[in-house]
T-cell receptor, first 114, second 116 residues
Framework: EDQVTQSPEALRLQEGESSSLNCSYT??????LFWYRQDPGKGPEFLFT???AGEEKEKERLKATLTKKESFLHITAPKPEDSATYLC???????????????FGKGTLLTVNP | NAGVTQTPKFRVLKTGQSMTLLCAQD?????MYWYRQDPGMGLRLIHY???????AKGEVPDGYNVSRLKKQNFLLGLESAAPSQTSVYFC???????????????FGEGSRLTVL
C-alpha cells in the first residue's frame, strides 16, 4: 500500500526564518511526487512536480527536492503570506495503463509570524 | 476561465437523505476525481474517472456513487447520508497523462457537507 508521511504536522516560523518540510513515501514505481499549497477554505493549489531522485524545482521562496525515499520543501526567508497547509502527494500506476491516482499526505500547517 | 466549479458549496442533510454534488470543468480534461478531506486524515480518494462513461473506486468508495455521462461533469451521489459522511468534498481534474505531464490536479473550491 502506498504511504505518504509528512512532518512536522505544524510549524511556526518567524518572518525570515528559513526551514524545511519533509515528505517521506513508500510507493512501488513512483511516477511523480507533487507539492500543493492549501489556504483555509480553499482547494489545494499546485506548486511542483518531481519525477526522479536528484531533481529540484524552485518557485520564489520555495524549493522542492527529491530523493529515493523522501522530498523536502525548503522555505527561504518566509513571509506571512506563505502561511498555509502544504500537501505532498505521490503518483503510482494503478491497474491498467492510465489509471493514475494520487495518494496525499496529511499536510504540514505552516504559520509565519511577522 | 472558471476551471473546476463545485455546487453546492454548503449543504446540511439529515441522516438518510440523499443528495448529489456536481462538479464541472471547462478545461477539456480527461481525468476527474472526488476526494474528501477530514481533520487529521488528509485527502482521501472516493471515486475517479479516466474518461466519459467510465468510473472507478478509490480508497473510500462505500456509501457513494458517481457518474460521468458528459466529459465535463462528474457527479457524486449520496443515496442515504450518514453522519460519518460529514466532510469537505473536493473535485479535481487533470489532462491526459503524457511523457512530460506535470500531473497537475486542478481543484474546485470544495463543498462542505454536514449530516445531522
Amino acid at each position: 500500500e502506498d504511504q505518504v508521511t509528512q512532518s512536522p504536522e505544524a510549524l511556526r516560523l518567524q518572518e525570515g526564518e528559513s526551514s524545511s518540510l519533509n515528505c517521506s513515501y513508500t510507493v512501488s514505481g513512483l511516477r511523480g511526487l507533487f507539492w500543493y499549497r492549501q489556504d483555509p477554505g480553499k482547494g489545494p493549489e499546485f506548486l511542483f512536480t518531481l519525477y526522479s531522485a536528484g531533481e529540484e524545482k524552485e518557485k520564489e521562496r520555495l524549493k522542492a527536492t527529491l530523493t529515493k525515499k523522501e522530498s523536502f520543501l525548503h522555505i527561504t526567508a518566509p513571509k506571512p503570506e506563505d502561511s498555509a497547509t502544504y500537501l505532498c502527494a505521490v503518483q503510482a500506476p494503478g491497474s491498467g495503463g492510465s489509471n493514475y491516482k494520487l495518494t496525499f499526505g496529511k499536510g504540514t500547517l505552516l504559520t509565519v509570524n511577522p | 476561465n472558471a476551471g473546476v466549479t463545485q455546487t453546492p458549496k454548503f449543504r446540511v442533510l439529515k441522516t438518510g437523505q440523499s443528495m448529489t454534488l456536481l462538479c464541472a470543468q471547462d478545461m477539456n480534461h480527461e481525468y476527474m476525481y472526488w476526494y474528501r478531506q477530514d481533520p487529521g486524515m488528509g485527502l482521501r480518494l472516493i471515486h475517479y474517472s479516466v474518461g466519459e462513461g467510465t468510473t472507478a473506486k478509490g480508497e473510500v468508495p462505500d456509501g457513494y456513487n458517481v457518474s460521468r455521462l458528459k466529459k465535463q461533469n462528474f457527479l457524486l451521489g449520496l443515496e442515504s447520508a450518514a453522519p460519518s459522511q460529514t466532510s469537505v468534498y473536493f473535485c479535481a481534474s487533470r489532462r491526459l497523462a503524457g511523457l512530460k505531464n506535470t500531473g497537475e490536479l486542478f481543484f474546485g473550491e470544495g463543498s462542505r457537507l454536514t449530516v445531522l
